[in-house]
């Protein structure tokens, strides 16, 4: 069947599998890949397991066990925050932090918590050498102080932990936005490391990116997904490293000099980056929402820690631009119904183009099945007469083709973009929209992006000659809408009113070839 059909028919049932297919991906196949809380403090240990670290400037090898304290029982120190609560705990390490506030609540209403239990925590240290390591784990830390408010301002927190004849000593500033300075240092010239810890475990979508990412000295962003590490990596001329969900991350980062990085992977391929470091190091951190604004307050560079995927290049300016309108409507939804209405603007010139090219198509159906019954045995001849036909009459094939295809980039980018901007997390729109990241619990825009579809379908122009083509496109809306049924409300948004503008569009471009029609008419009579 596939044979018979044109190029332009291909090329446009290819586009609707495509897009059916990875809607369907994330319903029924991405789910399998979100983290599962409650697993049991085995598997967890199994999870945490990691390899031999390698460093690139030593012949040492560390261990990277996972650390002891890993929950707030073995707490030494609480640090308040603006929107959240670090717990410290006795093994040194940024053992929990406890998000604040009605937007950081989990599906039972508790405070989210951004690490699993039994994972190794930011600011975990480990040695080169086995011994000092092994004593290292049996030797807690002290606190100078066992609570901190740096709610509103700066507050200082000093550790240290004596292992053998070893004293160590952070010395970590915490500002109230949760980022944080801290220099570690060892009494005596060896070398360790110091880690961001295994990514936040609040939030991981099967199409947010989750694992670790590394910034270079020339800005380019090294990914490292969940699963997708086969051995320890070694890395040089690193200027920031975090590990990150589809929220939250952990950050460490020095943009003063470049950083020695190793990854480590796990058991299960997922990555931990260790930063080198020899009888001292000082670095800024930050652990909490990956706020965009708060990211570049604290280093413009640190915009890159928010990754977009493989339309990162599109995604990027659409967030700003999405994020700019914002600002001045006070209202992300209506932000959104704004972004959508520009970027119809902006493509309005090739939708037109390829309006007008269905059209024709449109009337030359007719002709073209002429053509096919008359060279139904001579395919060659069939595509040169098809060919002088859309010559003659300037018809383009693959005309009304082109904005659709364009339309699959900016689609992808804006998943992209409503999927992990926190920003929207618990924001609200009109009336039952509560949380525009959620789904819509009653499922109105869902069945109003249907409707809109099939409306846009009834007066869209089309030239199908194949029944099965044709009623593989009339199901489409039904399909669509029963897979947006939960996908966020911001994303059905999007896509509704992208619906409502293509339909005006298309309206406003039939009546003028209606007219132009009735005047050709009347000319020739």
Known sequence: MLEKLSPQKRLVLATAISAVFFIGYEVFIGSKFRPEHNATKTELNAQNQTSVIKPTTTDANISAAPTATASTSGVISKIKLKESELFIGSDGTISQVVMQGEKFKDNHGKPVKLFAELKTKPLSVKFSDRALEEAASKAPYTASLSSIDATSETKTLTLTQQVLDVNITKQITFKPNGSYDVKITSSKDIPFFVTTGFRPDVLADSFAFKGALLIESDDTVKTVEDGGIKADESLSNINAVATVDRYYSSVLYNFKAPMAVTVVADIHKNPTPYIEAKKEIELGGYVGPKYVETLKSINPRLGGVVEYGFFTFIAKPMFTALEWIENKVGNWGWAIVILTILIRLILFPLTYKGMVSMSKLKELTPKLTELREKYKGDPQKLNIHMMELYKKHGANPLGGCLPLLLQIPVFFAIYRVLLNAIELKGAPWILWIHD???????????????????????????????PIQEKIFKYLPVVFTFFFLAFPAGLTLYWFVNNVLSIGQQYAVNKMLDRQKALRRQHHD
């Open 436 to 466: 525009l990241s959620l789904m819509d619990q009653y499922y109105v825009l869902p069945l109003l992006m249907g409707a809109t579809m099939f409306l846009q379908q009834k007066i869209t122009p089309t030239n199908f000659t194949d």
